[in-house]
């Protein structure tokens, strides 16, 4: 296995867009590959991640037609994987595989979603799709019902009062959109207060909406090659230090979805390939999808203690400055979550940060970052660990 | 990039189906990782293609719940991945590349699809997604629609009178009809005749129905493995020789429909890593979803020569016991088309027909077999050689 790089990375803007997800993606990808110092001819394989391209545009069967769009050739291969929510993390896994391996030298992967223009019942209707559909979607059940009951089961597992943990959510909905009025790219760019958030509408118990992430359009892309290309081509490149991908069974059949299977699983391959601990980590995107997803996600993958995740982020250890940043983009909640391709985004953010273009939100000296990507309901978790 | 095998192979009776996508997938996945003298422990990696479980079934995110379903723990990285009818190709090309990259030792690769039970509209409504969206899709055009197309610009640019084409495109419906009569898992085991053909109700002109493949439910699985572990466990093991996935541009864009793209960058792929040309091939599975689909992709893969598809037909060269045996199994015409799964199907039957294990259906002295499997409109082909 030969070592992989990150050498461009591109984004849209995240929010409600006029655009088709051809013209997103290739929005997106033409930036990663200016930034590559490459064209549309050096990309040698394309893997895309995008999960309701036939819901929200009757468009399946999506990848070679976004080949197309930006002028890749017949020979290559052009594959769209889906995952729920870790689509696009899946695709940057397959993409680096491909590289690893040795079967090409350059490949993009990416993420794209439109679904904004679609009623808020479609989109709840159609996102509950990816959870267990035998199980839980047939009962009504979706993912803020999935989320409240995981905020329940935290606040009686650790004996933390509802309050208590209600405010402690509140802070990590808080510092995401702190974060976010740092990101030109996020779909909210305002700051919020923890008074905000608890009198904000109720979702569904003890979510209130400002403990939810939005439906967002928009893409990213991300190139890969070789370290010889990379270094060639690329003053920056971004190495590619661990990949992991872990599965696990439905919320339904899990006894303690505080704890998430697919995560202790995808995050140990990652640290294992990568020969790091979890404090060697310096900067964090993960899928914080509901603010006490961010909590057990930022346990779970060891950087903070179990238990402790909520105390962590009202002690401000996961802000910017803090011992761990979490979410430096702001995250889904305030960057915002276009499903399918919310993976390449999180690395577009931590291959930002490794270069230190980040600005204002920048997280000083950073030198490892990891990205964390959640699909259905505890179902698959992927973690990529970037270094410089 | 070291050698890969095909320990076992699984395969459900194709046709309408009381089971869920779980149950016809554990059904096939646990015969061909019994067949390969494996259990599920020893599975590391499943990659399954599926088109229609979002609006057949409500199920997204598919794969952890199949890895789920045949017991595959949390170290499994289990991905979905879809490309319209080619998503059980796609899937074995991307297991093989696991393998032979030697990123994995043990991977399974299936496909499985359930659609019968919906409406005849609302399957042509979801497969026309499988089409562009923008260019093609919104003008109501089906696939009887582009197949119809097809058949006359074939006999246009080859001159071939459209009586005399449309009669070789019977004789395919009935040779494949006649080799599933000897396929115990074909949908349909009933022979019909070039009279019964002509005379079947008109789909879309020139093609009538029993030009067409029908919807089928269904799955089939792959074992994959090194030559290593291939060699210990299973007495006859298959030779991956060559894969290839080209991609395409849709119908709308292309001038000249009768050669496909894709399916010339496949096929090269595919025949360049295996060191060999179209005439050391013995034996065939195509994508036949319609008559004429079978003719255009016997030239195009270099097994007949241009224009001389629907003579190659007519003359026997492409049945059992001809020239180049194609669709032995009785093919999408008359094994079925559950779309997520066919691929794999074709692979079920190559690896049984080199393992001389057909019965009646035995293409005798097979050496090399070939795959090719289509999805959209032209925009993706996937072609697998295999060898003993």
Same mark, same amino acid.
Do not use: W
């Given at each position: 296995?030969?070592? +992989?790089?990150?050498?461009?990375?591109?984004?849209?803007?995240?929010?409600? /867009?006029?655009?088709?997800?051809?013209?997103?993606?290739?929005?997106?990808?033409?930036?990663?590959?200016? %930034?590559?110092?490459?064209?549309?001819?050096?990309?040698?394989?394309?893997?895309?991640?995008?999960? *309701?391209?036939?819901?929200? %545009?009757?468009?399946?069967?999506?990848?070679?037609?976004?080949?197309?769009?930006?002028?890749?050739?017949?020979?290559?291969?052009?594959?769209?994987?889906?995952?729920?929510?870790?689509?696009?993390?899946?695709?940057?896994?397959?993409?680096?595989?491909?590289?690893?391996?040795?079967?090409?030298?350059?490949?993009?992967?990416?993420?794209?979603?439109?679904?904004?223009?679609?009623?808020?019942?479609?989109?709840?209707?159609?996102?509950?799709?990816?959870?267990? /559909?035998?199980?839980? %979607?047939?009962?009504?059940?979706?993912?803020?019902?999935?989320?409240?009951?995981?905020?329940?089961?935290?606040?009686?597992?650790? !004996?933390?009062?509802?309050?208590?943990?209600?405010?402690?959510?509140?802070?990590?909905? +808080?510092?995401?959109?702190?974060?976010?009025?740092?990101?030109?790219?996020?779909?909210?760019? $305002?700051?919020?207060? +923890?008074?905000?958030?608890?009198?904000?509408?109720?979702?569904?118990?003890?979510?209130?909406?400002?403990?939810? =992430?939005?439906?967002?359009?928009?893409?990213?892309?991300?190139? *890969?090659?070789?370290?010889?290309?990379?270094?060639?081509?690329?003053?920056?490149?971004?190495?590619?230090?661990?990949?992991?991908?872990?599965?696990?069974?439905?919320?339904?059949?899990?006894?303690?979805?505080?704890?998430?299977?697919?995560?202790?699983?995808? /995050?140990?391959?990652?640290?294992?390939?990568? !020969?790091?601990?979890?404090?060697?980590?310096?900067?964090? %995107?993960?899928?914080? =999808?509901?603010?006490?997803?961010?909590?057990?996600?930022?346990?779970?993958?060891?950087?903070?203690?179990?238990?402790? &995740?909520?105390?962590?982020? @009202?002690?401000? @250890?996961? /802000?910017?400055?803090?011992?761990?940043?979490?979410?430096?983009? &702001?995250?889904?909640?305030?960057?915002?979550?276009?499903? !399918?391709?919310?993976?390449?985004?999180?690395?577009?953010?931590?291959? $930002?940060?490794?270069?230190?273009?980040?600005?204002?939100?920048?997280?000083? !000296?950073?030198?490892?970052?990891?990205?964390?990507?959640?699909?259905?309901?505890?179902?698959?978790? +992927?973690?990529?660990?970037?270094?410089?």
């Amino acid at each position: 296995m030969r070592e +992989v790089m990150v050498l461009g990375v591109g984004m849209t803007k995240f929010g409600p /867009s006029d655009l088709s997800l051809q013209e997103l993606f290739a929005n997106a990808s033409l930036e990663a590959i200016q %930034e590559s110092n490459l064209t549309s001819k050096d990309i040698q394989a394309l893997v895309i991640g995008n999960v *309701l391209g036939d819901f929200a %545009e009757g468009q399946m069967n999506l990848a070679p037609l976004l080949a197309d769009e930006i002028g890749l050739g017949p020979n290559v291969p052009a594959t769209r994987v889906e995952g729920g929510c870790a689509s696009a993390s899946v695709a940057f896994r397959d993409a680096f595989i491909l590289v690893a391996s040795g079967f090409y030298d350059v490949v993009i992967a990416g993420g794209v979603e439109k679904f904004t223009h679609m009623g808020t019942a479609q989109v709840a209707g159609a996102l509950a799709m990816i959870e267990d /559909s035998h199980y839980e %979607e047939f009962t009504g059940l979706t993912f803020p019902g999935v989320f409240a009951m995981l905020a329940h089961q935290y606040a009686d597992k650790y !004996g933390i009062p509802l309050a208590v943990l209600k405010e402690r959510m509140a802070r990590v909905a +808080v510092k995401n959109h702190h974060h976010g009025t740092m990101n030109p790219l996020a779909q909210f760019q $305002k700051e919020i207060t +923890v008074e905000k958030v608890l009198n904000s509408p109720m979702v569904c118990d003890p979510l209130q909406v400002l403990d939810c =992430c939005p439906i967002s359009d928009g893409a990213a892309a991300v190139v *890969l090659a070789s370290r010889e290309i990379a270094e060639k081509m690329v003053a920056k490149p971004i190495k590619v230090l661990g990949v992991g991908q872990g599965n696990g069974r439905p919320y339904s059949r899990q006894k303690d979805f505080t704890v998430m299977r697919a995560r202790l699983a995808s /995050s140990s391959q990652a640290y294992k390939m990568a !020969g790091i601990e979890p404090r060697h980590v310096d900067v964090v %995107e993960l899928h914080d =999808c509901f603010t006490i997803a961010e909590i057990v996600a930022s346990e779970c993958l060891g950087l903070v203690e179990f238990g402790k &995740g909520s105390l962590a982020a @009202e002690l401000g @250890e996961t /802000s910017l400055g803090g011992r761990i940043p979490i979410n430096p983009s &702001g995250g889904l909640k305030s960057k915002g979550h276009p499903v !399918g391709a919310t993976g390449c985004a999180q690395i577009y953010e931590i291959t $930002k940060q490794l270069r230190e273009e980040c600005g204002p939100r920048q997280v000083d !000296g950073a030198r490892i970052g990891m990205t964390d990507t959640l699909g259905g309901t505890g179902t698959v978790v +992927v973690n990529i660990l970037l270094g410089r």
